[in-house]
């Protein structure tokens, strides 16, 4: 009778505890990403973005991360899957799905970005209005960029467009692409993951990405050289979208819809430059250790952002022919990138 009695206790005692832990954790959010857990997006920016979300709730909003793309598909797929409910939050690249954002593309350009993560990413909610039309079909919780484009080379050190004449380079957006035709090289475009595998296999002579990135995937390893401009001058950069479905985030009680909202929007997004400015310095230095880190001087910096001109350009027009004010668009990005 003893042991019944304690059964008994030990299942009510079970069931209370299971009760109070539903109740601490109501929502659980999925976040699913094409990268490393390691790779600074989860680790500095995603994991304390989910631990201050998660405290700030009482414990009410539990956050699972799915790294790698574990939960399926392929990475230009993570746009439709937040959008369509297969997850909760993403973490990706407008640029892995062209067409789709032409609005925020502009921030991209190598006319508009200026080499500050910090700074272009105030200047998307400085022009908000403008570009919101992009994410209406998501709920977006910080829309920003990286600190801006090197190119990582496998033959040696480059200082003018010229030089890259012939070469294929990987890119990571229709920008990126446009960027590398105008240098006279030839764009090849491919999600991060398989950057890698295609300098190994030489399928490709190089390509964009910011510094951070460089070392998680070791593809310092398999280039020598990475060349930014004067002062850190980047060649254009890539936006980068942290969004939740719309009808998860209405199905939300107010108090938890709250605590979203306090950790989204400009505020997360201008953490979030600050962040990425803030990993430069570290991973060149890491990078320095087994390739050469190339800085342009002031004429050869020239000499490649004049080569790049024709972009903003092309931008322009494709935006008229659509018709959006391009260039009321890049006029308005620059001058908030200008902090004017």
């Known amino acids: 009778m003893a042991k019944i009695l304690i059964k008994s206790a030990l299942a009510a005692l079970a069931v209370a505890a299971t009760g109070i832990m539903a109740q601490a954790q109501e929502v659980t959010l999925t976040v699913h990403h094409f990268l490393s857990p390691k ?10 973005w989910a631990k201050k979300v998660e405290e700030e709730s009482g414990g009410k909003i539990k ?35 062209p067409g789709v954002f032409p609005r925020s593309e502009v921030f991209e350009l190598p006319s508009v970005h200026q080499g500050s993560a910090a700074d272009t990413a105030k200047a998307i909610y400085a022009n908000w209005d403008a570009i919101k039309e992009d994410f209406k079909d998501v709920h977006p919780l910080a829309v920003y960029t990286h600190a801006g484009n090197a190119l990582h080379l496998t033959e040696g050190c480059v200082s ?4 890259l004449k012939g070469k ?11 960027i590398i035709e105008a240098l006279g ?12 595998q295609a300098l190994s296999k030489k399928a490709v002579d190089g390509g964009m990405l910011p510094f951070e990135i460089v070392p998680p995937y070791k593809v310092h390893e398999l280039t020598n050289c990475s060349v930014q401009g004067e002062g850190g001058r980047r060649w254009g950069t890539a936006v980068f979208l942290f969004a939740m479905n719309k009808d998860k985030y209405n199905s939300l009680p107010d108090e938890l819809k709250a605590v979203i909202d306090a950790n989204s929007g400009p505020t997360l997004a201008a953490k979030a430059g600050v962040i990425w400015d803030g990993l430069e310095e570290p991973a ?8 050469t880190v190339s800085s342009l001087d002031a004429a050869a910096t020239k ?18 022919d659509n018709g959006r004010d391009g260039a009321g668009l890049v006029a308005a990005a620059k001058k908030a990138v200008a902090g004017e």
């Open 39 to 48: 790779a600074s997006p989860q680790a500095a920016f995603m994991e304390p």
């Open 63 to 97: 956050v699972e991360f799915y790294p790698a793309m574990s939960l399926g598909g392929k990475p230009p797929e993570l746009y439709s899957q937040v959008r369509d409910g297969a997850a909760d939050i993403v973490w990706t690249l407008p640029g892995y799905t």
């Open 160 to 163: 003018s467009p010229e030089e």
């Open 168 to 178: 294929k380079l990987r890119v990571p957006s229709r920008t990126g692409g446009w």
């Open 185 to 196: 090289a030839e764009g090849v475009g491919m999600p991060l993951p398989a950057f890698p």
């Open 284 to 291: 060149a230095e890491a990078i320095n250790g087994k390739s």
């Open 303 to 320: 000499a490649m952002l004049d080569a790049m001109a024709s972009v903003e350009a092309r931008w322009i027009k494709e935006a008229q």
